[in-house]
């Protein structure tokens, strides 16, 4: 991949005609297509998703040959809605931002491939986008959240604590091991046949639980070990808890002889303990991510405040971000998400990364022909063993939404 920057000369003129320039995202990362033209004050013109959730749902999983045919025969057409929506032509477009890392090899080739064409076309130019990067950053978009930061990211396929110096400087501080908590979330509602029931047929695994959980009334009806308690750093796992569920559930279906297809009675009761018990691995986690970077100084800011960023589809529960937001406010932390239907993959995440790396000449491609996909790309440096080695103690801060009385 050749990346340079453009000659300030080549941006004078991209802005020449009007007062702010406009980027078109692209995002066929995994199973959503998604489109959005944001101009540079952060402006969201239109935008346009085609979601695959509910085709995969009955497989209980993303088929990737199958998520790849659905892009193929969408994104022309959401790619469009899209521009009519902002009223904006193609040839209006100043850059086209495109997601090539990391994802879905034969969902993110859809996606790079439609771009380029667009780009040689119009002769436009392009900038590749990291996924993860995108769902970092995309609460700048109606925040003010301040470089530095700290970013919690969580999924169905990822799960890291993340040093945000710059647009450009990235720091792993620790990632999960295993399973993400969105994965894990998915499984445990299939075993527990959460969705055999209508009420909760449409939904997410994840949404699901949450839903269940809400509902319960005996809140110790079921304990979960917490993950990697013995150890000091700032990992993820969630296997060990998805396995005690899972055999959690087997020993309910024996007791109450619950047949094929049908849900164990106190399923609610049990939906809370797995929430809880994942919530607070996460808030674990998180706070020794705190506690770290205040000792090493390295969420020293102009304005004194320290920030933490919640993203990635699992910042929808509002159970998880509840908690997020509480032991926050114990350490002394802003904390923040983007709305909703931003946290999930969508086509405005992808251009509002074009929009700051437009804005910064940072990244922007000039040999669209060398552009490639890197369906595994690691965001930033990593720091994960140094934070091992610091062996940081922390004393839990008490968040009351994890209270044995709260729900």
């Known amino acids: 991949m050749f990346l340079k920057r453009f000659p300030r000369q080549f941006l004078r003129h991209c802005h020449s005609e009007r007062r702010e320039f406009i980027i078109l995202g692209i995002e066929t990362s995994c199973d959503d297509t998604g489109a959005a033209v944001v101009d540079g004050n952060g402006q969201i013109l239109g935008e346009a998703l085609h979601s695959q959730h509910s085709v995969h749902l009955k497989y209980g999983g993303i088929i990737p040959p199958l998520a790849q045919d659905m892009h193929r025969e969408n994104i022309e057409g959401v790619v469009g809605a899209c521009l009519n929506t902002s009223g904006v032509a193609i040839r209006d477009v100043d850059a086209i931002a495109v997601t090539n890392r990391p994802g879905l090899p034969l969902s993110l080739l859809i996606g790079l491939r ?9 002769k436009k130019p392009l900038i590749p986008i990291h ?3 995108a769902h ?40 999960s091991i295993d ?9 445990i509602a299939r075993q527990l046949n959460i969705h055999n029931l209508p009420e909760y047929a449409k939904l997410s695994g994840g949404a699901a639980i949450e839903t269940a959980a809400r509902r319960a009334q005996h809140h110790q009806q079921f304990d979960f070990p917490l993950p990697l308690a013995r150890l000091r750093d700032c990992q993820f796992s969630f296997a060990g808890l998805k396995n005690s569920a899972r055999r959690s559930i087997l020993a309910a279906e024996k007791e109450f002889l619950v047949g094929p297809g049908e849900i164990i009675p106190n399923f ?16 674990h986690r998180t706070q020794r991510a705190m506690e770290f970077c205040e000792r090493e100084g390295l969420l020293d800011s102009s304005s004194g405040e320290k920030n933490l960023v919640f ?10 971000f509840e908690a997020i937001s509480q ?5 002394g932390y802003r904390t923040f998400r983007p709305e909703k239907k931003y946290c999930t993959d969508n086509g405005v ?9 437009f804005r910064e000449n940072l990244g922007i491609t000039e040999d669209i022909d060398s552009l490639d996909i890197v369906p595994k790309c690691r965001l930033g440096e990593s720091l994960v063993e140094v934070v091992k080695e610091r062996n940081i103690a922390c004393k839990w801060a008490k968040i009351p939404l994890l209270r044995d009385n709260a729900k």
């Open 349 to 357: 995440m992808i251009a509002w990364n074009g929009v700051e790396r």
């Open 268 to 283: 609610e009761d049990f939906c809370l303990a797995f929430l809880r018990a994942s919530t607070r691995h996460i808030c």
């Open 131 to 133: 996924h993860m990067e």
């Open 179 to 187: 399973d993400a908590p969105g994965e894990a979330f998915d499984k």
């Open 114 to 122: 439609y771009a380029k064409y667009l780009a040689r076309n119009h």
């Open 136 to 175: 970092a950053l995309t609460a700048r978009i109606t925040n003010q959240v301040e470089f530095p930061f700290l970013c919690l990211l969580a999924s169905g396929g990822h799960c890291q604590l993340t040093l945000v110096k710059s647009l450009n400087d990235f720091y792993l501080l620790g990632e």
């Open 311 to 320: 993203g990635g589809g699992v910042a929808c529960n509002d159970f998880i």
């Open 327 to 331: 032991l926050g406010e114990l350490m």
